[in-house]
Nanobody, 125 residues
Framework: QVQLVESGGGLVQAGDSLRLSCAAS????????MGWFRQFPGKEREFVAA???????RYADSMKGRVTISRANAENTVYLQMNSLKPEDTAVYYC???????????????????WGQGTQVTVSS
C-alpha cells in the first residue's frame, strides 16, 4: 500500500502563487512517475503536469508557462509550483503516482496506481 499526502492548497487571489506538495510513503521502492491532476465540480479529472523519475516532464497546454513540476526522489516527494493563478484554476488538485517501471510520462489518469485525497485550491477574483 502506498499513501500520497498533498499539502499546500488554500485560498488565494488572482495573480498569486501556490506551491503544492505531495509526499509518498508506504510500501514502495520508488515512484516512477508522479503527476498532478485537477478536478472541477461535475467534471472528470484533468491532467496538469507529470514528472518521471529521471526528471522528464509533461504539462497540460492550459497550464504551460504557469506551472512547474519538480521532485525530490530521495524523499519520494513531488511539488507543483503554480504562478499567475486565475479564478478558473479553482479546483481540487490530486497527486498520483505510478509505482512500477513505466517509460512514459503519463498524462491520463488510467496508468496511475495511487492517488492522494486531494487538496482544494480556490482563486478569488
Amino acid at each position: 500500500q502506498v499513501q500520497l499526502v498533498e499539502s499546500g492548497g488554500g485560498l488565494v487571489q488572482a495573480g498569486d502563487s501556490l506551491r503544492l506538495s505531495c509526499a509518498a510513503s508506504g510500501r514502495t521502492r520508488s515512484t516512477y512517475v508522479m503527476g498532478w491532476f485537477r478536478q472541477f465540480p461535475g467534471k472528470e479529472r484533468e491532467f496538469v503536469a507529470a514528472i518521471s523519475w529521471s526528471g522528464g516532464t509533461r504539462y497540460a497546454d492550459s497550464m504551460k508557462g504557469r506551472v512547474t513540476i519538480s521532485r525530490a526522489n530521495a524523499e519520494n516527494t513531488v511539488y507543483l509550483q503554480m504562478n499567475s493563478l486565475k479564478p478558473e484554476d479553482t479546483a481540487v488538485y490530486y497527486c498520483a503516482a505510478i509505482v512500477r517501471p513505466y517509460n512514459i510520462v503519463a498524462t491520463t489518469p488510467t496508468p496511475y496506481d495511487y492517488w492522494g485525497q486531494g487538496t482544494q485550491v480556490t482563486v478569488s477574483s
